[in-house]
């Protein structure tokens, strides 16, 4: 029992890894295909991670519109996290859901979707060193 707790443990701390480092590069750099992966392994996590993704992006634009020094800049990447974030909380996603989300993913980021699939959040720091 402890062996598939910890499994099950490891990969949950994996989504959320893959989920951070998405959401890292879709609001500092604005790329749409890793919005597409965030959203797309939040719906791939259980609903309790899912919850906690939520109050994580929630955090960040609060952390966002304190501290960041540019007044545009801190606005634009609030509304990325609060848009991802309503986007999340759009509906309780199912199985059915995630397939098809996965679906339409599939095509333009393949790469971001087999990574997904693993789940190997290091994609994002191979592709954007300057982030991390």
Known sequence: MTFLKNLLFRYSKR???????AVRVYVLKGEEDARWAALVSAKVAGEKQR????EDLSNMASNV?????NKLTRK?????LLSLKQDIES???DLKDVRGEKG?????????????DQPDPSIFR???????
Not at 15 to 21: G, K, S
């Open 51 to 54: 919850k906690l993704m939520i």
């Open 91 to 93: 509906k309780n996603w």
């Open 104 to 116: 339409e993913i599939s095509k333009p980021i393949s790469e971001y979707l087999s990574c997904l």
């Open 65 to 69: 519109m304190q501290n960041f020094p």
């Open 76 to 80: 634009s990447l609030s509304e990325r």
């Open 126 to 132: 191979r592709k954007y060193p300057e982030l991390f």
């Open 15 to 21: 989504i959320n890894d893959y989920f951070v480092d």
